[in-house]
């Protein structure tokens, strides 16, 4: 045993024992609080030779008994308190109930004992995010069982964005749909087309914001419980397509607009200033359904059945089989399968021959074997899009590939808006003071847009590089980004693309400085 206390956490067995009962362990008891007596457990270790040992707890010798092993003698035995079964050290807190009152994982310390469960589990995968106990006490405990918005912030944020961006975007969303009829010239439609897009995709994520909310009050605290099921289940994929497709939507809708932008102020006219043509009205309905287009497939391609090899990396099972716990993944369930058929050559294994060699391991007499994937959009509560990989995700091309396009969207966006800014400067240096004023509001939306982008996907983007290439794991971030960090786009676009917003809130800065003034000059009368 150690010269020093050490901590025993990692330590089971015999030598937790030594360790322990020799003071070897940090906050630990020796086990052996049942003195060895001859008669212990009679039905065993027949061949055994009695002795008289030193005094027991009433100051007097007693018989016990040694057993013979490796040439020698031993009383080296663990008494159950029932008195009627002995084990050997070995068997001793090793995570393993080997009594049948399970004394001998009873007194030890370096073991989690689930809450409804004859089981035991290693006291360092307590509160390690995965899912070790069968009744799952493991991770929902006092100490660290989790809600779906894991505290009050988020929740308040997701319920104040989401009610800022139905209210807002459905307002916008109307005003420019009704004024899309009285377009005099192409430029004008496909700007009020365009916008329509952005509130449409804005709305869809505020929907979603408001509906995670709804969720997150519902379950409260029986999330923890119940984030299995959850994560797995059909609602949780139409949350995360809502969002994927509305936050796509309105960035391509974005960056569209933005080179629409910058070509007409580079070219100071778009195809004609009056009227429509058949071939511009063409291109822009061409234009608008590509971007629906792309920001659906986008979305629905993780689900695609066909490509579950790619998306799917677990699945998680009826609590009711013991076989696995929590959303085991093709390595685990090729342990359980090699164990099972016998040796099988080491090589990644299709879900469809997975399940139909899991479903072989069950008799008919048992009945269907209940499952369920855990796809794309459930590796969080949140049921964001996955953007979070790693070199071993099989659908890592995917996330980096649209990570990419989100990026290049940005810069694009970023790029025409400095453009058309560099543009208004020049136009406006020998002008009156009406245009530089104009100029100026020009200025400020445009920095506006720009900074907005930015700190809602620059982050997002380096936060993601670094989980990719495993710096460090950013999985506990999902909820910070797509409740607060992300949707802030969907909150402020209403203010920069619809200037009726604008004047709303010039009248009440008005209205506010009117009403400060009068007060001064009462005061002052």
């Not at 212990?40 to 002795?51: F, W």
């Not at 409804?116 to 995965?130: M, V």
């Not at 291109?283 to 590509?290: K, M, Q, R, W």
């Not at 996955?386 to 990570?403: E, M």
């Amino acid at each position: 045993w150690p010269v020093r206390p050490i901590t025993c956490d990692h330590v089971y067995g015999a030598n937790y024992v030594y360790a322990s009962c020799n003071n070897g362990c940090k906050n630990s008891e020796c086990p052996l609080t049942k003195t060895p007596a001859y008669e212990s457990c009679p039905s065993q270790l027949i061949n055994r030779v009695g002795t008289f040992a030193g005094e027991n707890r009433d100051a007097r010798p007693y018989l016990t008994f040694l057993t013979r092993a490796h040439g020698g003698y031993t009383n080296a035995h663990f008494i159950c308190a029932n008195n009627r079964q002995c084990l050997p050290y070995s068997k001793v807190c090793d995570l393993v109930s080997d009594c049948d009152d399970s004394s001998d994982e009873r007194n030890c310390t370096n073991h989690f004992k689930c809450k409804t469960e004859l089981q035991y589990i290693p006291k360092t995968r307590k509160c390690d995010g995965n899912f070790d106990c069968y009744d799952l006490s493991d991770e929902c405990n006092e100490e660290c069982s989790k809600e779906l918005l894991d505290d009050i912030g988020k929740k308040i944020i997701a319920c104040l964005f989401g009610f800022i961006a139905i209210v807002f975007n459905a307002s916008a969303l109307v005003k420019n749909s009704l004024s899309i009829p009285q377009s005099r010239n192409i430029r004008s439609l496909t700007n009020k087309a365009f916008i329509s897009l952005i509130s449409v995709g804005d709305l869809s994520v505020g929907m979603y914001l408001m509906a995670l909310a709804s969720k997150d009050l519902l379950t409260n605290e029986k999330y923890c419980y119940e984030q299995n099921q959850w994560l797995t289940d059909a609602k949780c994929s139409y949350l995360g397509i809502l969002n994927t497709i509305g936050s796509l939507l309105s960035l391509f809708s974005m960056t569209i607009l933005s080179l629409i932008r910058a070509k007409t102020v580079h070219k100071n006219s778009m195809h004609s200033t009056t009227g429509f043509h058949r071939k511009s009205v063409i291109i822009l309905l061409a234009e608008i359904v590509f971007t629906i287009m792309l920001s659906i497939a986008i979305a629905i391609i993780p689900l695609v059945d066909g490509l579950e090899d790619f998306f799917v990396n677990s699945q998680y099972y009826d609590p009711v089989v013991k076989l696995f716990i929590g959303f085991p993944n093709k390595e685990q369930h090729f342990d359980v399968i090699s164990q099972y058929y016998g040796r099988m050559q080491k090589r990644p294994l299709k879900w469809k021959l997975i399940n139909q060699m899991i479903e072989g391991m069950f008799s008919k007499d048992y009945g269907t074997l209940q499952k369920k994937k855990l796809n794309f959009f459930g590796n969080d509560g949140t049921c964001m899009f996955k953007y979070f990989v790693t070199p071993s995700d099989p659908q890592r091309t995917f996330a980096w590939g649209v990570l990419l396009l989100n990026c290049t969207c940005f810069l694009i966006i970023a790029a025409s808006y400095m453009t058309i800014s560099s543009a208004s400067k020049q136009s406006t240096a020998q002008l009156g003071e009406r245009f530089r004023k104009r100029h100026r509001d020009t200025q400020r939306k445009i920095s506006a847009i720009i900074l907005s982008d930015c700190i809602c996907w620059m982050p997002f983007i380096l936060v993601c590089m670094l989980h990719s290439i495993e710096v460090f794991d950013a999985t506990e971030w999902y909820s910070m980004f797509s409740v607060v960090i992300l949707p802030l786009n969907s909150v402020i676009n209403p203010f920069l693309y619809d200037d009726s917003f604008h004047k709303i809130v010039q009248a009440v800065a008005k209205v506010h400085w009117q009403t400060s003034s009068k007060a001064r000059n009462d005061r002052d009368e």
